[in-house]
């Protein structure tokens, strides 16, 4: 359980050299409401880092984490509104880190799918530690709240993953 009250969890699943890592949140907002955070470039401050969408596939997106990370400048996969966004998570010759976020319409709001396919390697756990913490910045910033990254709450999520990596190598 993370020190905010919400749990840490995910589903991490190996296949050839890859892994598929998918992560969910239950939010009481509207599909639309939250599409416009995943994808106006003025939102994605708030959440993620400063940076611009051109909205429509093959659009760029550019994203600056200043010293705390490195520039993500890649196109969009796939983009049906308020359902269905992709893009890769990756900058220069890095590996390829593709990821999709689904909106499924709920009674309650939204249930948000965030999927990562990430090379097997040694950053499996913080790259799901740091999108845990980044959607947990997303649902207070749908709130109207302001929060800095969650660095306790990263550091438990990366342990948290790093366990659930290990379990499913041992599979």
Not at 45 to 71: C, H, V
Not at 92 to 115: A, C, K
Request: net charge negative.
């Amino acid at each position: 359980m993370g020190n905010d009250g919400s749990i840490i969890e995910g589903e991490i699943t190996k296949y050839d050299e890859r892994v598929s890592v998918k992560l969910e949140r239950r939010i009481d907002h509207a599909p639309e409401m939250v599409w416009r955070m995943l994808t106006d470039s003025v939102h994605l401050g708030q959440w993620l880092a400063p940076g611009s969408m051109e909205p429509r596939k093959g659009g760029r997106i550019q994203l600056d984490f200043g010293n705390s990370g490195t520039p993500i400048d890649c196109h969009i996969r796939a983009w049906e509104p308020n359902r269905l966004l992709a893009y890769s998570w990756s900058a220069g010759n890095d590996p390829e880190r593709p990821l999709t976020w689904t909106l499924t319409p709920t009674g309650q709001g939204t249930l948000l799918s965030l999927t990562l396919s990430l090379p097997d390697d040694d950053l499996v756990a913080i790259s799901c530690a740091g999108w845990d913490s980044h959607l947990e910045m997303l649902v207070a910033a749908l709130e109207g709240i302001s929060i800095s990254f969650p660095a306790a709450r990263f550091r438990e999520a990366r342990a948290v993953f790093q366990r659930l990596a290990e379990e499913q190598m041992a599979a």
